[in-house]
C-alpha cells in the first residue's frame, strides 16, 4: 500500500461521564441509570476513529490536567495515536457529563477545564512535517486562546500547502459565540464537517430550513461542505450546489455520543487515502453507525 501522510488533530482530550437513563429524569429525586467513565473530546475521538479506519499515521495535540494525563495518553496510544499532551499546571482535564436517553439521544454538562487553555505556546511549526491534512476541533473556537491557536494552526498550514478541516462541534457554543466570529476564525479551511443545526446557524438560516439550502450557502464560503444527517446520513456540497447524498448505515443505537467525531474520523481517513468526498462519506457513515452501537464516543 502506498504510504499517505500524516494526520494532524488539534483539539479536545475530555473524560466522559456517560449516564443512560432509559426512563426519562425525574427532577427532585433518584433515576436509575448506567454510568461509565470513558476517555472522551471530539478531537481526540476523530483522532482515534482515523486511526482505526484507515492507515495513515494520525497524531493529536492537545492539553489535559495532570490528574489523569496518563491514564489519557495510555487510551490514545492503545488507539493508534500518537499524542502530543500539554499539561496544565492549573486546570483539570475538562469533563463532559453525557445525559443519554432511551432513545439514544445525548445532551451535554460541559466543563472546558485544561482542554480550551490550548495557546499558541503550545504550538511548534514542526507539528506538521509530514502531515498531509490538519483537522481543528470546532471547541478550539470557543475560548480566546484555543481560538488563537486555531487561527495560527491554519494559517501555518495553508503556508505549507497542508488542507484544513474543521468541525464546528456544538450548535449551543456556536450561537454564544456568534456564527460569523467562528467563520471568519475558520475562513481558508477547506473542509467543513457541521451537523444539520450546526450548518443552519453558520448559514444565518432558521432552524426550519432545510439543510441542503443551507449546505449550498456555506459551500460557497468552504469549498467542500459535509453535513452529518444523524440517521439520514451526510449531504455534501461543493462550489454552492449539492453534489452528492448519502445514505446511513442502518443500526439500533445505543448511545449517540460521537457520532460526529466518528463520521470525521472515517470521512478524513478515507480522504487521506485518495477516496472522494462522497465515498469518505459513506466511510464515515460506517464508522459513525459502528459508534452508535455501544456507550461512549471512542472504538
Not at 30 to 58: F, K, Y
Not at 140 to 152: H, I, M, N, P
Not at 273 to 284: L, Q, T
Amino acid at each position: 500500500m502506498t504510504a499517505v501522510g500524516a494526520l494532524l488533530v488539534v483539539g479536545d482530550v475530555v473524560t466522559d461521564v456517560v449516564a443512560m437513563h432509559p426512563e426519562p429524569i425525574v427532577p427532585a429525586t433518584d433515576t436509575t441509570a448506567r454510568i461509565r467513565t470513558l476517555p472522551g473530546g471530539a478531537g481526540a475521538n476523530a483522532a482515534c476513529w482515523a486511526a482505526r479506519t484507515g492507515s495513515a499515521e494520525v497524531r493529536l495535540l492537545a492539553r489535559v490536567g495532570t490528574e489523569s494525563a496518563r491514564w489519557h495518553e495510555r487510551a490514545l496510544v492503545d488507539a493508534g495515536v500518537r499524542p502530543r499532551l500539554v499539561i496544565d499546571p492549573e486546570e483539570p482535564t475538562g469533563t463532559v457529563v453525557a445525559l443519554v436517553d432511551g432513545a439514544a439521544e445525548r445532551t451535554f454538562l460541559t466543563d472546558s477545564g485544561a482542554s480550551l487553555r490550548l495557546s499558541p505556546a503550545d504550538w511548534a511549526p514542526s507539528l506538521l512535517d509530514g502531515a498531509a491534512h490538519l483537522h481543528l476541533s470546532g471547541y478550539l473556537y470557543f475560548a480566546d486562546r484555543s481560538r488563537e491557536l486555531a487561527v495560527v494552526a491554519l494559517r501555518e498550514a495553508r503556508a505549507r500547502g497542508v488542507p484544513v478541516s474543521v468541525d464546528p462541534a456544538s450548535a449551543g457554543f456556536l450561537a454564544g459565540l456568534g456564527p460569523e466570529r467562528f467563520m471568519e476564525a475558520a475562513a481558508g479551511a477547506q473542509v467543513l464537517l457541521p451537523n444539520a443545526d450546526e450548518a443552519r446557524l453558520l448559514a444565518g438560516l432558521p432552524q426550519s430550513s432545510g439543510v441542503a439550502r443551507a449546505a449550498v450557502a456555506l459551500s460557497r464560503r468552504v469549498p467542500l461542505v459535509v453535513v452529518t444527517l444523524g440517521g439520514e446520513g451526510a449531504l455534501i456540497a461543493e462550489g454552492g450546489r449539492i453534489t452528492a447524498e448519502v445514505a446511513a448505515h442502518p443500526v439500533e443505537a445505543v448511545d449517540s455520543t460521537g457520532a460526529g467525531d466518528a463520521f470525521a474520523g472515517g470521512f478524513l481517513a478515507a480522504r487521506l487515502e485518495g477516496a472522494g468526498p462522497a465515498e469518505a462519506a459513506r466511510r464515515g457513515c460506517r464508522a459513525a453507525a459502528e459508534a452508535v452501537t455501544r456507550p461512549g464516543a471512542r472504538p
